[in-house]
């Protein structure tokens, strides 16, 4: 059997990179996670449910993220000659080698009948994005299409690589076609590798059923779908933008999130709150034996956010007046550069009182609302994968409903991006013509990305519907755009780039990860001195 360890290291360029690591180090603290609790001030002293909202948030700059490994892997049966589509996945993939830094690293895997390895891991000097852009240049089309083929090898390329310590990794798998030969690539095991997947062309011509099944069983994966049909509106580059932006802003790995019930004392009584339910899309959750529960999320995009909503039971207790109360900790645990690491857990109280006044705050209410349309989208697609058009489009009008009446202090950008994506897919569902073409992949891009909480793109919707977005995302989509227009490798600002500019924008983020995480710290012991001393007064 071939091994594929002849990746390339990782050599001195420039004091930020190392030999022989994957991630690029400073003086600064790098891979902070920002922790927030949101939840009511108050609450009644019987017992109660009471929902809480955890947001945790990928803090560090763009500066600071660690180098990626990244498999790309191309569909080159036949149909891809068909509207000109292999040339515009090599127009995409020139964007994307341009768009790599001398601390990442690509390699190409092509299937068609069988798979081959096009190239090894390159470290993406000037030299090598030369040599793998030629690569891509000189693909051709050739006969069927065997997809599990492709995954396994770029499973393999990642697995027998001889640096791996520190280094993120992804495979980004693009295809136009229903796989027609070798075992279904949607049944290969993935482990802990992210596999992006893109479906181009018509949602008739292939497979986005499969395609989206892939992005599930891996880690973080997530399912987009570009428009390369029509030759006004194509925009491959745009849609693979995205997924890159992400993948050149991972500032953590492996990250879990552990939401703790906590214990505590109230007139001498021992109270323990208990997590009923919940929230957070699609990720692995294991309940432990203590009743806590830990969600394994993987890597984390810089400003990315993972929401979290925890249904607790609250005890009744006695009180006075009031007592403030532990009610949760949230404990993160991640690996930057390959070191583990576990902050101090972050503590969430609230007052017991027998006059409770405050109302739930606007992001947990959005946060519920959005869970609760995602169960009505997943109902929507089962009927409309039934034929049945007249119901599925019945609860997406509800769901318009109900997010129209929802009221809130300020417009919730969420909820008004969430608005418009209900829109387009209310469109979409109509009948089983447009079901087919664009309703099935718009679905399930939808239904995929509100599970991972991460972009996806939506075919020529890419630019409207923008739930999850980065800011690095947007920056990326404007580029892309306009290397669509004017194909210039040249055009292409690198990654090092946009860095400079945003860190010019923001010239605290290098050190604001560390001074939120001094700021928690500080916050959470004076929040445990009020506590003893409400506590001991009674």
Known sequence: MVTYNDDEPIKVINENIITGQGVVVDKFKVGVIEVKIERKRDVTNEETKFPVLVEVTGAANGKERMGVDIVAVLDIS???????KLEKMKRAMIFLIQKLSQNDRLSVVTFASQADRVCKLYQM???AKVTVGALVQDLRTTTNTNTAEGLKMALKVLNDRTLKEGRAMAIMLMSDGVQNEGPK???????????????????KDYNPAALEAIAKNSIS???SYAEVNDSETSNLSTVFSQCLAGLLS?????????IQPENDTVLGVLTKSVIQKIFAGDYKKTTNADGSVTITFGDLYQQEVRKIVVEFLLPAVVVKTTADTKIIGVKRSFKVGGLLKNPRPTVGTVTRTKTPSSEESDKLKAEILRIETLETIESAIEKAEKRDFVNATRLLTDAQGNLDDAEFEEPNPSIEALKQEVDLM?????DGDIYDKKGRPFAMCSRTSHGRQRFAGRGDDVKNVRSFATPR?????????AFENNPDPSSVKSVEEDEKVEASADPLGNVAPSLIQY???AIEALNNIRLLITQSRG
């Open 426 to 430: 209310l469109e979409y569902m109509q």
């Open 221 to 223: 994966g997530t399912f």
């Open 185 to 203: 690539a949607e049944s290969i095991p993935l482990a802990d590798i992210p596999v992006h997947t893109f479906g181009f062309g018509s949602g």
């Open 473 to 481: 995302m947007d920056t990326f989509l404007e580029q892309a755009e």
């Open 519 to 521: 700021l928690e710290d």
């Open 78 to 84: 036949g149909s891809m000659s068909q509207q000109n």
């Open 250 to 258: 991972i500032v953590v790995q492996e990250l879990t999130v552990t």
């Open 125 to 127: 000097t000037a030299d």
